[in-house]
Antibody
Framework: EVQLVESGGGLVQPGESLRLSCVVS????????MDWVRQAPGKGLEWVGR??????????QYAASVEGRVTISRDDEKNLVSLQLTSLKIDDTAMYYC??????????WGQGTKVTVAS | SYELTQPPSVSVSPGQTANITCSGE??????LYWYQQKPGQSPLLVIY???RRPSGIPERFSGSKSGNTATLTISGTQAMDEADFYC??????????FGAGTKVTVL
């Protein structure tokens, strides 16, 4: 079964860091572009960033709103994608979804992991 | 930065047709995706590449595009279709862009 399962969310204080994981099942993550999309409480969807597939040299791209504070990586042995968030701000509070990109959109979404940044 | 504009809400009676629009500059040159999100759930792809329906999505969901406006149509709307719907496109400068979402209410 094709599935994405996120974990790692939680309550953190401003300025702290967090690492989110996305376990991929049913397909090989390194063959696809894998992205992260977030959704603040009661708000819409916001693309966070992506890691390209191996033929594209695993290149990463990030939204301007998180550039410099976010790193996306992949563990091919574990078929897992990670999102490292640093210097967290209140505005980073959101549900973070792992997604599989297809051409210009996303066909598979995980159930999300919730990140709350509060003092 | 690129933007997609959706109406905040659409109301429809059961069995009737709901049309959700999404407009953006040069949208005719972009591939448009639509996602359905029910409360407490993750988004679900319902239309891809403007008008294609993924396996498992009911035929009552269809997509179209003309000029700078795309439309998601729900024919014979059912109570279970009540959800937020987001359009999304890819832009060279902003990369992935989502509309703000349209809440569909089945009255």
């Amino acid at each position: 079964e094709v599935q994405l399962v996120e974990s790692g969310g939680g309550l953190v204080q401003p300025g702290e860091s967090l690492r989110l994981s996305c376990v991929v099942s049913g397909f090989i993550a390194s063959e696809h572009y894998m992205d992260w999309v977030r959704q603040a409480p009661g708000k819409g969807l916001e693309w966070v960033g992506r890691i390209k597939n191996k033929p594209s040299d695993d290149a990463t791209q990030y939204a301007a709103s998180v550039e410099g504070r976010v790193t996306i990586s992949r563990d091919d042995e574990k078929n897992l994608v990670s999102l490292q968030l640093t210097s967290l701000k209140i505005d980073d509070t959101a549900m973070y979804y792992c997604t599989r990109a297809v051409q210009d959109g996303f066909d598979i979404w995980g159930q999300g992991t919730k990140v709350t940044v509060a003092s | 930065s690129y933007e997609l504009t959706q109406p905040p809400s659409v109301s429809v009676s059961p069995g009737q047709t709901a049309n959700i629009t999404c407009s953006g500059e040069k949208l005719d040159f972009k591939l448009l995706y639509w996602y359905q999100q029910k409360p407490g759930q993750s988004p679900l792809l319902v239309i891809y590449k403007d008008n294609r329906r993924p396996s498992g999505i009911p035929e009552r969901f269809s997509g179209s595009k003309s000029g700078n406006t795309a439309t998601l149509t729900i024919s014979g709307t059912q109570a279970m279709d009540e959800a937020d719907f987001y359009c999304q496109a890819w832009d060279r400068s902003t990369l992935y862009v989502f509309g703000a979402g349209t809440k569909v209410t089945v009255l």
